[in-house]
């Protein structure tokens, strides 16, 4: 196991009040890039933010082929339970498979308030990449990520690796497998995000989330402006409004025992 990047520690803004957020990164990320967002909503909102690192994430490439997504929410769930204890109000937050994460949360973890999602990557622009993958672990252990088109969210200090573990990307598509069929059992409160120039996750990944989302209250959000980074990009003040809109609306309703 490699040293973690110090751009890739995980992050805790305690707050002043019962609410805290859990707040997890993307594929190959890591919390760096929800900083942003995460020191917003914490001054904006006054709760706690836990940005946890995933496991194999933050260190090199070969780390992560040696983890599952069993592996990454057995580490959402334990900082959840941690949380649970200590607040009134917990919520579950995820960019892209950390959405994903936050679905498998709401429905897995029990006590939670609300959950929230932005871009989760029920369908990528990779389909040639996630079709390949389960043949590709067994000859080839990672996928080059091409043209590097992120410097400049590097530059704000976003680290993440520079290619797909192909053994990990393969774990990622069967938790997408798993979330696509449980969507209806989750009964909490959701916040989907969706920016409409992302170019890693297709449009129709939110619609069809709200569509199975047949047991939820859903709120939908989009954002026309940004990328796949939404934590990074030009309209994270509209995603910090939307979370402490939500976030409070859900805490007001459910403490009225409503």
Not at 67 to 72: F, K, R, S
Not at 225 to 252: P, R, W, Y
Request: hydrophobic share 40%; net charge neutral.
């Amino acid at each position: 196991m490699k040293k973690v990047n110090p751009k890739a520690n995980p992050f805790y803004l305690k707050g002043k009040n019962n609410k805290a957020l859990l707040f997890l990164h993307g594929f190959t990320a890591s919390p760096s890039e929800l900083v942003p967002t995460a020191e917003l909503l914490h001054d904006m909102n006054g709760c706690t933010v836990s940005g946890i690192l995933l496991p194999g994430h933050g260190t090199h490439p070969a780390d992560l082929n040696t983890t599952t997504w069993q592996d990454w929410y057995e580490a959402v769930q334990v900082e959840g339970e941690k949380l649970l204890e200590q607040y009134q109000d917990v919520f579950v937050a995820g960019l892209s498979m950390g959405g994903l994460l936050s679905l498998h949360a709401g429905i897995h973890l029990p006590g939670l308030k609300g959950v929230v999602a932005i871009n989760a990557p029920v369908f990528t622009q990779y389909r040639l990449l996630s079709a390949a993958a389960p043949l590709m672990q067994h000859m080839l252990p990672y996928f080059t990520k091409g043209a590097r088109k992120d410097n400049e969210l590097a530059r704000k200090g976003r680290f993440d690796y520079n290619c797909y573990p192909v053994k990990a990307y393969t774990s990622l598509t069967q938790l997408r497998n798993t979330i696509i069929k449980e969507l209806e059992e989750l009964r909490l409160p959701s916040m989907l995000v969706q920016s409409l120039r992302d170019r890693a996750v297709r449009s129709g990944s939110v619609e069809y989330i709200k569509e199975h989302l047949s047991n939820s209250r859903v709120k939908m959000v989009t954002l026309p402006k940004s990328g796949h980074i939404a934590t990074m990009d030009e309209e994270k003040n509209i995603l910090v409004q939307e979370l402490v809109e939500f976030m409070d609306s859900e805490s007001k309703i459910e403490n009225r025992g409503i």
